[in-house]
Nanobody, 127 residues
Framework: QAQLVESGGGLVQAGASLRLSCAAS??????????MGWFRQAPGKERDFVGH????????VYADSVKGRFTISRDNAKNMVYLQMNSLKPEDTAVYYC??????????????????WGQGTHVTVSS
């Protein structure tokens, strides 16, 4: 079992930056052996893939909508994963979730492929 807790959300203006954090814990959960994903869900919409960082070498994959603006990183020593969001746009407004999967993905991962989820953190970008 794993517990994931996101933090860092808030209200910002368009063009600003935010860094989201996700802390992972669990007695039998090996963070370094899990791919960590970020997803987001806007009001009335489905949960969408934002990006993920694989276990091992930490390769990343991003959704086209955030490529070049968002960066995912991880600190295996601290069991933390981060989502650095730059040049935020109003359409980035959503609840952001981190998730964990034991698999390795060379392309965008799907929500159903992740076993553990956080409770989400709200990001609102005003125009």
């Amino acid at each position: 079992q794993a517990q994931l807790v996101e933090s860092g959300g808030g209200l910002v203006q368009a063009g600003a930056s935010l860094r989201l954090s996700c802390a992972a814990s669990g007695r039998t959960f090996t963070f370094s052996m899990h791919t960590m994903g970020w997803f987001r869900q806007a009001p009335g919409k489905e949960r969408d893939f934002v990006g993920h960082i694989n276990w091992g070498g930490g390769s990343t994959v991003y959704a086209d909508s955030v490529k070049g603006r968002f960066t995912i990183s991880r600190d295996n020593a601290k069991n933390m994963v981060y989502l650095q969001m730059n040049s935020l746009k109003p359409e980035d407004t959503a609840v952001y979730y981190c998730a964990a999967s034991p698999n390795y993905y060379n392309k965008a991962a799907r929500t159903y492929e992740f076993d553990y989820w956080g409770q989400g953190t709200h990001v609102t970008v005003s125009s």
